[in-house]
C-alpha cells in the first residue's frame, strides 16, 4: 500500500546543494510552515543527510494538502559549520522560499546555495 498510496497523492520532497563546494549540503536544517491566513504555522524541522536530501518526504499521505506553504533553509549556520568565514551579518543567512501547491502530484523544491547566492526551482 505505501508507494501505490503515495504515487496516487501528493508529496513535497526538497534537497540542497553547496555550489560553492560542488557538493550535497549534509547536516542543513530545514523548517516547514503551512500559510493560511497569512498566519505561520510550523509543520516539522528536519535536517539534510549525506546526500543533501530528507530521509523521507516533507509531506505525504494524508499529510499533504493543497496551499501555501514556506521552507526555511538555515543556510548560515550549515556554511559556518563548514568553516566557510561569513560576515556579521551574513549576507545569507536564512533562506525562506514561499510556494504555493495546486494538485495532488509530487512538488520538488530544491536549494542550490553558496555563501553570496542562491537559487529554486520547481524540479521533479
Not at 520538488?108 to 529554486?120: A, F, N, Q, R
Amino acid at each position: 500500500m505505501g508507494a501505490k498510496a503515495e504515487a496516487a497523492g501528493g508529496r513535497l520532497t526538497t534537497h540542497v546543494l553547496d555550489t560553492a563546494s560542488g557538493r550535497p549540503a549534509a547536516g542543513l536544517s530545514i523548517e516547514l510552515f503551512r500559510i493560511e491566513g497569512g498566519k505561520r504555522t510550523a509543520l516539522k524541522t528536519v535536517v539534510t543527510n549525506s546526500d543533501g536530501r530528507c530521509d523521507a518526504p516533507l509531506l505525504a499521505g494524508e499529510e499533504f494538502r493543497a496551499g501555501e506553504y514556506e521552507l526555511v533553509f538555515a543556510a548560515g549556520d550549515y556554511l559556518r559549520g563548514q568553516g566557510v568565514a561569513l560576515s556579521e551579518p551574513a549576507f545569507l543567512d536564512v533562506v525562506p522560499i514561499r510556494f504555493g501547491m495546486a494538485e495532488q502530484t509530487h512538488y520538488h523544491v530544491p536549494l542550490l546555495i553558496s555563501p553570496y547566492g542562491y537559487s529554486t526551482y520547481r524540479g521533479s
